[in-house]
């Protein structure tokens, strides 16, 4: 049986001046076989500065070419797992970040793109985030369907929130070549624990919990690239927020630059880092309530909770590594946190000299973060729902 399939249609509208132009893309497929038969649609749309328009392909307002919904062979396109925001004017110009965000309770898939806006909008940097999406193309916190990590390839610095991710092999080789090459990494928060994929059997020693006979990675990932693995719980979630303490030893360091009155709401871990050249920059005060003048809870020790290091795998370049075991959404409402996160880019990328105690870091677009927890992200959101600089983060459906 033949059956026709026609291909969506967007209108793109473009305001200059007092003028409203549009244009609207449609194609046409043909698809032969039974009622089973797995039918594809590609939707296309955003503003452009330079407006191309072919039957599966738009240039969207931050200047990506992009493709979103599904193939004709049943597969998503990469595009539809990424938004990139182009920066025009800045220190950053010619600097490409990477940002893979996929963890089931901190909202790092607000965190991350927030920063992205921030750092190509204020800086010019390039900046790509990438996203794990459920079965209908919808952002699904802590899934493991996430493709489209080819552009670290060109990558300069590859900033994590991820948490128990078992990514199909193509996409942990991304990831592997870009260790091995030495790339920057900066982890937040669940990344200590980034993968839990012991059953992969070409991957399995990236595991948070790896024992094998890899020696060099026992620890998983946590501890090769960013110093520890998971630990476990010291402050208590939505009752004990956490005020940053600079180490006096490494008050100085260009991180924590201009960083004043940072704080964060998630509650503490347990973290002892280890590694070549390892500095702590800040520990953890956990205070009894939710505010930063809040009292301390003086039986909790004062962990690690912000660090820098030199990681190496066995047969690769060595690669600077920033880890904070914070980062939740709200946690960079927090301008004293947000500044230092901003900073540890600057640093991950080499450009210390570009770190400016007063660098502007305000949200760029709508930032209204979603209270952390397992079950209450915002559901039925596409990455393309966030392109553009005035888009809101996270947008309520």
């Given at each position: 049986m033949l059956e026709s399939l026609i291909y969506g249609y967007s209108f793109f509208v473009k305001n200059t001046r007092n003028a409203i132009w549009s244009m609207v893309v449609v194609g046409v497929s043909v698809s032969c076989g039974n009622k089973d038969s797995k039918t594809s649609t590609i939707l296309v749309g955003g503003p452009s500065e330079q407006f191309m328009a072919q039957a599966d392909m738009l240039e969207l307002d931050n200047g990506r070419l992009a493709m979103t919904g599904e193939d004709i062979n049943g597969e998503r396109s990469a595009d539809e797992y990424r938004i990139t925001y182009n920066g025009i004017e800045g220190p950053g110009k010619g600097k490409h970040i990477v940002f893979i965000a996929t963890d089931h309770e901190y909202r790092g898939e607000e965190t991350l793109p927030a920063l992205a806006k921030i750092l190509a909008k204020r800086y010019g940097f390039r900046c790509t985030v990438v996203w794990a999406?459920?079965?209908?193309?919808?952002?699904?916190?802590?899934g493991s369907d996430l493709k489209g990590l080819d552009v670290l390839k060109g990558?300069?610095?590859?900033?994590?929130?991820?948490?128990?991710?078992?990514?199909?092999?193509s996409q942990m080789q991304h990831i592997d070549d870009y260790l091995n090459r030495g790339g920057a990494v900066i982890g937040l928060r669940t990344s200590t624990h980034a993968f839990k994929n012991a059953d992969n059997p070409s991957w399995k020693h990236y595991d948070y919990k790896y024992g094998g006979e890899k020696e060099a990675w026992h620890g998983g990932f946590g501890e090769v690239v960013l110093g520890e693995t998971w630990v476990g719980h010291y402050g208590k979630n939505h009752q004990q927020a956490s005020k940053l303490i600079m180490e006096e030893e490494n008050k100085e360091h260009p991180i924590m630059r201009g960083v004043q009155n940072a704080w964060a709401q998630c509650g503490g871990y347990n973290a002892y880092p280890q590694g070549k050249d390892l500095k702590i920059l800040a520990r953890g005060r956990v205070l009894n309530g939710m505010t930063p003048d809040a009292a301390p809870d003086t039986s909790k020790e004062e962990l690690p909770v912000a660090w820098v290091r030199t990681y190496q795998l066995e047969s690769g370049k060595p690669g600077r590594a920033f880890t904070t075991t914070h980062g939740a959404s709200e946690d960079i409402l927090s301008e004293g946190f947000r500044r230092m996160l901003i900073n540890a880019c600057f640093w991950g990328?080499?450009?210390?000299?570009?770190?400016?105690a007063d660098n502007p870091i305000e949200f760029v677009g709508g930032y209204e973060p979603t209270t952390f927890n397992f079950e209450g992200y915002q559901k039925n959101v596409k990455p393309s729902d966030l392109k553009g600089w005035e888009s809101v983060i996270m947008p309520r459906k």
């Open positions: 999406l459920d079965d209908n193309g919808n952002i699904l916190p802590g990558a300069d610095l590859m900033v994590m929130f991820m948490r128990f991710a078992n990514f199909e092999d990328l080499e450009m210390e000299q570009e770190i400016k």
